[in-house]
T-cell receptor, first 111, second 111 residues
């Protein structure tokens, strides 16, 4: 049972490039989330989904887009990467109100 | 504005030296308070959920307690393997779709 799997684990982008981060969960959870973690800022919610085909904005959504075409997958896209998006990105899932299960993270550097 | 504040930012303990971490919160109606452990380079790992004032939960050397304004994570006779960052998060009753995280306490336990 893998839980929450994130790919890739590391990535370096040049300013202006685009990329997609993939999150997959095998626990049949309805809720999925994308967070970013920066030193001294804690975990901040980017976008989330309360079920297949739904998405909603979190605290820091600008510059990101998401899609949840299948229940088990939640994709985070950066259309035109900026240095301010250098961060560690975490995906999480849960079943409404219970403890989140997090992935191991994607470390993204934008140069 | 809903807010979570953790203290201290960092804590150094000798093995066997018990202590407590604090999580104070302001939220318009608390549905749940969550504690997570995060090891370097990994995603947060769920520890406890507390729902009402007076509630306590234990796991090995850790015990979490909750009042109407704060939560404590008590660490009894810590070992070096307890070294990690401990994160606190709250879920508001008016918006159960997401968690609000504190910035964490970085705990180091020396032999």
């Amino acid at each position: 049972n893998a839980g929450v799997t994130q790919t890739p684990k590391f990535r370096v982008l040049k300013t202006g490039q685009s990329m997609t981060l993939l999150c997959a969960q095998d626990m049949n959870h309805e809720y999925m989330y994308w967070y970013r973690q920066d030193p001294g800022m804690g975990l901040r919610l980017i976008h989330y989904s309360v079920g297949e085909g739904t998405t909603a904005k979190g605290e820091v959504p600008d510059g990101y887009n998401v899609s949840r075409l299948k229940k088990q997958n939640f994709l985070l896209g950066l259309e035109s990467a900026a240095p301010s998006q250098t961060s560690v990105y975490f995906c999480a899932s849960n079943e409404g109100g219970y403890g989140y299960t997090f992935g191991s993270g994607t470390r993204l550097t934008v140069v | 504005e809903d807010q979570v504040t953790q203290s201290p930012e960092a804590l150094r303990l000798q093995e066997g030296e018990s202590s407590s971490l604090n999580c104070s919160y302001t939220v318009s109606g608390l549905r749940g308070l969550f504690w997570y452990r995060q090891d370097p380079g990994k995603g947060p790992e769920f520890l406890f959920t507390l729902y009402s004032a007076g509630e306590e939960k234990e796991k090995e050397r850790l015990k979490a307690t909750l009042t109407k304004k704060e939560s404590f994570l008590h660490i009894t006779a810590p070992k070096p393997e307890d070294s990690a960052t401990y994160l606190c998060a709250v879920q508001a009753s008016y918006n159960t779709d997401k968690l609000i995280f504190g910035t964490g306490t970085r705990l180091q336990v020396f032999p």
